[in-house]
């Protein structure tokens, strides 16, 4: 089965609410990363998580590894947040990437 | 830094023809990486390479796909006798060890007609 499952595959907020973006792994793993990427765009990093949390900016990543979850927090939300959250799990033994199905935020004005 | 490039940007092939990818890691990034990206399946991982040498091409469909590394400085993805169903956005990836520096380039678009 699959082996990195991210949700919601769709959010839609109004500018200044907060977003939780989850992704559940069921594999052993070096680390959790997560990107952003705008439509017709190419992949930004913006965490590189092997557990604990991570904070940038708005942005916060919290990886766990016992539970088997990462989540990716954006305060204040802003319209150019909107874009697609993809996060990837770097499998235990791989330096290759398995990636969620991502998750397309739309922040409104 | 011009990052990872990839090149061409946008590519039309006919069914039946051949296509071939070009990306350039960064300098001093021991591995690179092929993706493939489509609405359908989303980003699925080719193959990669660390220091030249082919590590894992077990994404790679293993007819009419072959990928090389005849040096540090570029990588080639080529693709014989394309279909359309080969019509993706192909990433580039590199880093400089276990995955902590992973940048991506701009994609090639293609498209098998």
């Known amino acids: 089965g699959q082996q990195v499952q991210q949700s919601p595959a769709s959010l839609v907020l109004q500018e200044g609410e907060n977003a939780e973006l989850q992704c559940n792994f069921s594999t052993s793993l070096n680390s959790m990363q997560w990107f952003y990427q705008r439509p017709g765009g190419s992949l930004v990093s913006l965490f590189y998580?092997?557990?604990g949390t991570k904070h940038s900016g708005r942005l916060t990543s919290t990886t766990v590894i016992k539970e088997r979850r990462s989540s990716l927090h954006i305060s204040s939300s802003q319209t150019t947040d909107s874009g697609t959250y993809l996060c990837?799990?770097?499998?235990?033994?791989?330096?290759?990437?398995?990636f969620g199905s991502g998750t397309q935020l739309t922040v409104m004005p | 830094n011009a990052g990872v490039i990839q090149t061409p940007r946008h590519k039309v092939t006919g069914k039946g023809q051949e296509a071939t990818l070009w990306c350039e890691p960064i300098?001093?990034?021991?591995?690179v990486f092929w993706y493939r990206q489509t609405i359908v399946q989303g980003l699925e991982f080719l193959t990669y390479?660390?220091?030249?040498?082919?590590?894992?091409d077990s994404g790679m469909p293993k007819e009419r796909f072959s990928a090389q590394m005849p040096n540090q400085s570029h990588s080639t993805l080529k693709i014989q006798s394309t279909q359309p169903q080969d019509s993706a956005v192909y990433l580039c990836a590199s880093s400089l060890d276990s995955g902590s520096d992973y940048t991506f380039g701009s994609g090639t678009r293609l498209l098998v007609i």
């Open positions: 998580n092997p557990s």
């Open positions: 300098s001093g990034h021991s591995a």
């Open positions: 990837a799990l770097e499998p235990s033994g791989s330096w290759q990437l398995i």
């Open positions: 390479f660390r220091n030249q040498a082919p590590i894992d």
